[in-house]
């Protein structure tokens, strides 16, 4: 009898470790979706985002502005850590890392810019966790609006569009095929980036041009 109290007590330990362990590896998310719009907001010092479906608000992506690198929070519709990026302050192009809650890697985003004599052209690439190509888009021109990301095997995974002419704001669309293997976290990121980077190249493009 005692030794079958003991080995009660003793599974009954182990699960309890097994179901605190699970919950403190668990981090909030963003309620899947087929599609989402990612909404820039007007009065903010940074890139901030609010994430809807429909009229429904699921979370919000805001930029760290006093952080050292380029820096992004995802938050769910409670306010809570869903994930974070931050850009590589040195690296051979531009590079943005994304973590979890956590703070383990989900995965990262690098743009290549591509140069030619008549135009420039950039290509976003997506890496899961592993290091593995997850997503890559075709190229786009330099501010372009249709960002498509394929898989390796050249099958659509997700789109993030917006309007060639915004009021202000920039307004994407996310829409995600069934069977992305890019995680959607990284592609809220995405949009986010992409609207920053294309501010400050407009501020550095408009300081040149007061130059002369």
């Not at 608000?57 to 929070?73: H, S």
């Not at 302050?89 to 989900?106: A, E, L, M, P, T």
Request: with cysteine; aromatic share 12%.
């Amino acid at each position: 009898m005692r030794f079958l109290l003991k080995n009660i007590i003793l599974a009954l330990v182990a699960f309890f470790s097994f179901v605190g362990s699970i919950q403190a590896n668990d981090c909030p998310i963003i309620r899947q979706q087929q599609s989402y719009n990612i909404n820039q907001k007007f009065f903010t010092i940074g890139s901030d985002f609010d994430i809807l479906s429909g009229e429904h608000k699921l979370g919000k992506v805001i930029q760290k502005v006093f952080n050292w690198g380029k820096t992004f929070e995802l938050l769910n519709e409670n306010g809570q850590l869903v994930a974070k990026a931050r850009q590589q302050v040195v690296s051979f192009g531009v590079k943005v890392d994304v973590y979890d809650c956590q703070n383990r890697v989900i995965g990262s985003l690098q743009e290549n810019i591509l140069k030619s004599l008549f135009k420039i052209q950039t290509v976003y690439s997506i890496m899961d966790g592993n290091g593995q190509l997850a997503g890559q888009s075709k190229k786009l021109d330099f501010f372009g609006t249709d960002i498509t990301f394929f898989n390796a095997s050249g099958q659509l995974n997700a789109s993030l569009s917006r309007p060639f002419i915004n009021w202000m704001t920039d307004k994407w669309v996310l829409v995600l095929n069934g069977n992305s293997t890019v995680d959607s976290r990284i592609l809220f990121f995405t949009a986010a980036y992409k609207t920053s980077a294309d501010s400050d190249r407009n501020s550095d493009s408009s300081s040149s041009s007061s130059k002369k």
